[in-house]
């Protein structure tokens, strides 16, 4: 079955600096790439997603990059501001039948004001 | 629009007794799903459901885990014989189908087992 790896698990930043965080997968058939973002004691909210006929998704300081040939993807924050700093999970599913999104263990990005 | 619900939102149960989860999915979602989530931990699959067919049930720890969903929403996990490891954040989620997979979470039971 699929697995997801994602790194780093923590990340600290100043405040206006670029974050990165970056997941692989192993199943070549996925084709849906969710990056949900979880503040402390509260539920995971999507913030971007990704299908597998694109290579690149901007949403203002978001974006997210998929690389197919190599198996990952990568969330991009630009401009950080402290309420960025939560825990940022990836996710990776395919698009026929079952739905089963398999989550990475998460990164705990910190911005500092 | 009204979101997904969870309740309780805290439970704390004594081992070896059963407890009950309740999750209700945003109306008209037919896609329903359930995660484990230990203390800063990631999300661990549990059980999907989508429509009216049979779950999966691929990500259940043990045999003391089940779950169940009357009339295509609200959906029960039942965990019995409770264990100290079971204590989590358990997490339900759905979505509009199979073919759509954005998942809009509830906030999550805070389960403690003493």
């Known amino acids: 079955g699929e697995n997801v790896e994602q790194h780093p698990s923590t990340l600290s930043v100043q405040e206006g600096d670029s974050a990165v965080i970056k997941c692989t997968y192993s199943?070549?058939?996925?084709?849906?790439f969710p990056w949900y973002k979880q503040e402390l004691g509260k539920r995971p909210q999507l913030i971007i997603d990704?299908?597998?006929?694109?290579g690149e998704k901007k949403d203002q300081r978001i974006a997210v990059t998929l690389n197919k040939t190599a198996k990952h993807f990568s969330l991009h924050i630009t401009e950080t501001q402290p309420e960025d700093s939560a825990v940022y999970f990836c996710?990776?599913?395919?698009?026929?039948?079952?739905?089963?999104?398999?989550f990475g263990t998460g990164t705990r990005l910190l911005v500092s004001p | 629009g009204a979101g997904v619900s969870q309740s309780p939102s805290n439970k704390v149960t004594e081992k070896g007794k059963d407890v009950e989860l309740r999750c209700d999915p945003i109306s008209g979602h037919t896609a329903l799903y359930w995660y484990r989530q230990s203390l800063g931990q990631g999300l661990e699959f549990l059980i999907y459901f989508q429509g009216n067919s049979a779950p999966d049930k691929s990500g259940l720890p043990s045999d003391r885990f089940s779950a169940e969903r009357t009339g295509g929403s609200v959906s029960t996990l039942t965990i019995q014989r409770t264990q100290q490891e079971d204590s989590a954040v358990y997490l339900c989620a759905s979505s509009p189908s199979y073919s759509q997979e954005t998942q809009y979470f509830g906030p999550g039971t805070r389960l403690l087992v003493l």
């Open positions: 996710a990776a599913s395919g698009n026929t039948g079952f739905q089963k999104l398999v």
């Open positions: 990704i299908r597998s006929n694109v």
């Open positions: 199943d070549s058939a996925s084709n849906y």
